[in-house]
């Protein structure tokens, strides 16, 4: 048995995208909308999960949607720690709490968010949103 993470196989043209989120439920859906993309998914409910798929890795993850509060962890402390490995990854945060919220309690601060490349959306968002957000991000 191989210690590489398992992850579905990639095109050529395909694109990696990296959820991270605690709810499974969350995971399913997000995992569901983007399969409308021709994309490379791959799901983790923690952060140690999604900081060993960056580093282990051998492709480049074009995406990371993360969840801002985790359990374990939160999306920005996680980011902090993959961004040096995936240099070129863009990001989407999701909550369910607004961004004055997060702000509030110094979970994303605007030094956290970069136009173009770093993105938020609050949750509960149409399944439209999401592809809108990711589809500028990637594109």
């Given at each position: 048995m191989s210690d590489q993470p398992n992850v579905p196989a990639a095109g050529?043209?395909?694109?990696?995208?990296?959820?991270l989120d605690d709810d499974s439920n969350t995971l399913l859906a997000l995992h569901?909308?983007?399969e409308r993309m021709e994309a490379r998914v791959i799901e983790c409910a923690s952060g140690p999960c999604a900081i060993?798929?960056?580093?282990?890795?051998?492709?480049a993850i074009d995406l990371l949607v993360a969840d801002?509060?985790?359990q374990d962890s939160n999306g920005p402390a996680v980011v902090r720690k993959v961004k040096p490995l995936q240099p070129?990854?863009?990001?989407?945060y999701i909550s369910g709490f607004s961004m004055a919220d997060l702000q509030r309690r110094g979970l994303l601060?605007?030094?956290d968010m970069t136009p173009g490349s770093v993105e938020f959306l609050q949750k509960p968002f149409s399944p439209k949103e999401f592809l809108e957000n990711v589809e500028r991000l990637l594109n």
């Open positions: 050529p043209n395909d694109r990696t995208i990296l959820l569901s909308i983007l060993r798929h960056c580093t282990e890795l051998g492709s801002v509060i985790l070129l990854m863009r990001l989407l601060s605007a030094s």
